[in-house]
């Protein structure tokens, strides 16, 4: 894996989600980036209603959402704004049910290819060290 | 596998959902069953606006709840309402953006174990002949 | 999905597997293809010493093997011998041990894009319906 | 996660598994341990004659067989030998093709429930920094 630049910070990241992808990022949105750097990303889930599920607890849909969307901030972190990145694959494992809170995912881009992009994403209750979730997830982007 | 049987109509299915998944199924929301028999079954998302990302086209989050939500539909029909089933891996490819529109997903279970039900969803845009994304998901049951 | 047509009939696939992929296909060879159509493949796996686990079955990584080559078969026939496909990515579930005896897999096509080919296998035991696994593997294919 | 314990060291998980699974492990056979902790473990392929594809890399089917190999070592040696675990599903990404050499598999376990226990697996070719491939497998374990 060549050596991996940031091509746009944190507040980049924002401003272009919420123009793009305004379903889950921008002000009162469930995703918020809390930090990037090259080959990782850090994405938090607010566990407003529509996220959660009977119980009080995040929803799957919601994990898998929130686990896409910190694989794609970390894509664009290192392509920048100008990658049309669509998911190919995703596959999550779900632990347990996390405990009614935000959930923070934690991706790691494990390959970063001329086509394709792999990053794995773990996911956590705040405060609490155990999984919640797994998830590994393949991005097709365009040739550079 | 064992013969199995249909232990809810479509109609219970309908109102179980809408009690206890209000956020998926139920009069304005995005899911509801199309059919249902013994080891399967098919649901309809509803694009409306939440689903949707730029292009007007259904996002993968929104495609990876519907999956989830048929498997769930065609566990619950043969296990009945008592079943407190949790999906514990989803695993789906996604082929094409779908065009605007509602998507069909067509869920058959592969295992129906003690411990462990498998199902496979195949999706696609109505009236569309091309699959959209396809998605194996293991479910845990409680031991019967 | 295009209309799919045979580029290569299964003689000519043996002996190009054979040459190919010793180490899978040939006389004394653990996989042989039963047929192909455009578009699947059917390959039989021999319950030889070396896929026996304790107890007489198959192993895991055998069927895996067996499951990876039925995909690799079903793309061969359809693009011609002159393809470098590679495996990018596998995902299967082991349903039950399967009984001592030959497994048959039963590989379908589901998208044959331009830079990616993904399929899924249905593996049984020779003479029985039951799934022993199922498998979903994606193929990175030279663009044409 | 409760703490882990070790339950058995190398030396006991190399006579166990040279009897119970003698295709992989003892002398001559492509399996060997290099170390475990609680929680860890790390496998050597032996890149023998039977490894090798075209082109004298290590096939997809062998890296995929260390891979669940170094997740059942992890979990040997934590549960014990009298664990009868199963691999219900396992899931692998191929980023590129090993330089001929040895590949090291690096096990993490990522839950250890009670009926489900999850490992992720890193693969290198040995002296490499760069994956090769990344797997994530789940077994099954008898209750405890």
Redesign the interface.
């Known amino acids: 894996?060549t050596k991996l630049r940031l091509k746009m910070n944190l507040a980049e990241l924002e401003a272009f989600l919420s123009r793009?992808?305004p379903?889950g990022f921008g002000p009162g949105r469930p995703h918020s980036i809390i930090s990037v750097s090259p080959g990782t990303a850090k994405v938090r889930l607010r566990a407003g209603e529509?996220q959660?599920?009977?119980g009080g607890t995040v929803?799957?849909?919601s994990l898998?959402?929130a686990a896409?969307a910190a694989v794609y901030v970390a894509i664009l972190a290192v392509l920048g704004p100008v990658a049309h990145a669509?998911?190919?694959?995703?596959?999550?494992?779900?632990?347990k049910?996390p405990q009614p809170g935000d959930i923070i995912a934690d991706c790691k881009l494990?390959?970063t290819?001329k086509?394709?992009v792999?990053g794995?994403v773990a996911m956590r209750a705040e405060g609490d060290e155990?999984?919640v979730a797994?998830c590994?997830a393949?991005y097709?982007v365009p040739p550079r």
């Open positions: 894996m793009e992808f379903q529509d959660l599920r009977p929803s799957g849909p898998m959402g896409d669509v998911t190919t694959n995703l596959s999550i494992n779900f632990f049910r494990l390959k290819g086509r394709l792999i794995e155990e999984l797994h590994v393949t097709s």
